[in-house]
Every structure is written in structure tokens, then in C-alpha cells.
């Protein structure tokens, strides 16, 4: 089997490499305001999506050493609502590093604001690709996974890569004009 810390072809040494925790954010918090909400009374979905596309960059950013930019957010799904009163609470770090790009996982809680009663709220996986000043694709540092979490995240993201990038081959071929076309 291999070395899941070991750098991928095309990559920058290994000696270039960043650990998980060198751009990893945990429990970043965010109290809920009355203007958070939506007309449910929960809290406005979107609100937490912008929180979490933000924070994400800033991994992605710390990671690469460069601008990156959101390529593509995976199926995000609204586990449980979050309130009035609550805070939010974002976790975020690199699950892997390819070429250019750069998988981040975000995990969004809920407490009340005593510190009561957690709920995780949603989960989802954020791709950035590093850019450099004529914003073309940038190489990013490999990633030295340690903890087995981060080996299990590291071997799970490369499934979703290949997913997201047949999903998107498949899109451009059905996309793509038929000679038949005028
Ligand atoms: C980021 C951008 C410059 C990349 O340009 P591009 O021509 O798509 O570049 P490439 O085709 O060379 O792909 C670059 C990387 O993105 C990956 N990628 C491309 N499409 C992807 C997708 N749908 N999902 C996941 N990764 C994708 C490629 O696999 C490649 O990664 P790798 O180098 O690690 O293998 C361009 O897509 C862009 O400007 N997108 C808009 C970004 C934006 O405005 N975001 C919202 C605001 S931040």
C-alpha cells in the first residue's frame, strides 16, 4: 500500500511539505444575531455557507502560501438547525493537496451559548486551486498526514477527486456541441 504521506508525482519535495496542523482551523466561533436568522427562525443557510467558504480559504491560503480560489463545494447537507442564542462553532483543515488544488473539510456545530447541548449542523468538502499573479493554476506543497484521522480523510478525499472530476468530464462531454449541430 502507499505511503499516504508521501509526496505525489509532480509535487513539490517532500521537504516543501506542510503538516495538517500547520493551516488547520479548530473551533472557530460565531454567535448568532437576530439578523442571522431566516423566516423559520433558524439560521439563514447561506450565512453558514459564507462562513465556511471563508474560513476554508483561509486554510487553503495558509497551505498553499497563495491566493486560491473555490472550485467547487461537494453536496453540502443542513444536518440540524441552528437557533437564536446559539453559536456556531467551524472546524476546518487540508485533506489532501494535488497539483494545484487542494481538498478542505469543514465541520459546522451548534451549541447554545452556556456551552449546552452540541449539534453538528453540516459537513462538506471545499476544493481551492492556488493561483499565482496572472491568477493561472499554482503548485501547492504536498501534505504530511500524521494522526490516522488525517490518513483516513487523505485515502477518502482522493475518492471524491476522482468522482467530482468524472462528474465534470461527463458534464463537458453532454455539453459539448454534436457535429451533427448547425
Ligand atoms: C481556478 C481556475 C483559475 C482554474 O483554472 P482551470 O482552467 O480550471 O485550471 P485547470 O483545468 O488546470 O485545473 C486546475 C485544478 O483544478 C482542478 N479542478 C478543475 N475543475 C475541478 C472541479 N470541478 N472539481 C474539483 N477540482 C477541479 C483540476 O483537477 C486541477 O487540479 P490539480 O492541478 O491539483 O490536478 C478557474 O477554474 C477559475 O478561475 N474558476 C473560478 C474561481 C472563482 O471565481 N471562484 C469563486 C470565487 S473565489
Redesign the pocket.
Known sequence: MPDPSAAPDSQPPLSLARRVADSAVREQVYMIFPNDLNNNDTVFGGLIMSQM?RLC?VVADRHAGAI?????VDAVHFLKPARRGDVLIFSACVNR??????EIGCRVEAETIAGLDRRHILSAYL?F?A?NSE???H??PALVVESDQEKRRYGEAQLR?ES??A??EALKRLRAPTTSEP
Do not use: E, K, Y
Open positions: 467558504d480559504a486560491c480560489s473555490t472550485v467547487g493537496a494535488w497539483n494545484t488544488s487542494m476544493t486551486v493561483q491568477g493561472r493554476p503548485p501547492v477527486r467530482r472530476l462528474h465534470s
